[in-house]
């Protein structure tokens, strides 16, 4: 099983970014897929979760508004689609599965994780 996180860059404040999650090994469609981010010296902070019905979706306050998750089944794939994006969003992006069918935010719910993706936002 694995998991590879993509689309990450350097870009100004108030720009978009879209970043991907694809899974080789599991089927996302099966899948409960939530996004996580890592400041410099900080812990995993929980980003976005979308359920296993490919639906539902629940966002960190700090986000919310802004960040918009997405699972395309034909590809299987998970997107986080960032706009409006602030300083404080820069940090490293993982995307994260598990089994668990709700919308979990504790990162150590999660069984299968990417290797991560560097987002820099500059003022």
């Known amino acids: 099983v694995q998991l590879q996180a993509s689309g990450g860059a350097s870009v100004q404040a108030g720009g978009n970014l879209r970043l991907s999650c694809a899974a080789s090994?599991?089927?996302?469609?099966?899948?409960?897929v939530a996004w996580f981010r890592q400041a410099p010296g900080q812990g995993k902070t929980f980003v976005g979760v979308?359920?296993?019905?490919?639906?539902?979706?629940v966002y960190a306050d700090s986000v919310k508004g802004r960040f918009t998750i997405s699972r395309d089944d034909a590809k299987n794939t998970v997107n986080l689609q960032m706009n409006s994006l602030k300083p404080e969003d820069t940090a490293v992006y993982f995307c994260?599965?598990?089994?668990?069918?709700?919308?979990?935010?504790?990162?150590?719910?999660?069984?299968?994780w990417g290797q991560g993706t560097q987002v820099t936002v500059s003022s």
């Open positions: 090994g599991l089927t996302f469609s099966s899948k409960t």
């Open positions: 994260a599965a598990t089994y668990r069918n709700s919308a979990a935010q504790s990162p150590s719910l999660y069984e299968n």
């Open positions: 979308i359920s296993m019905n490919g639906i539902t979706t």
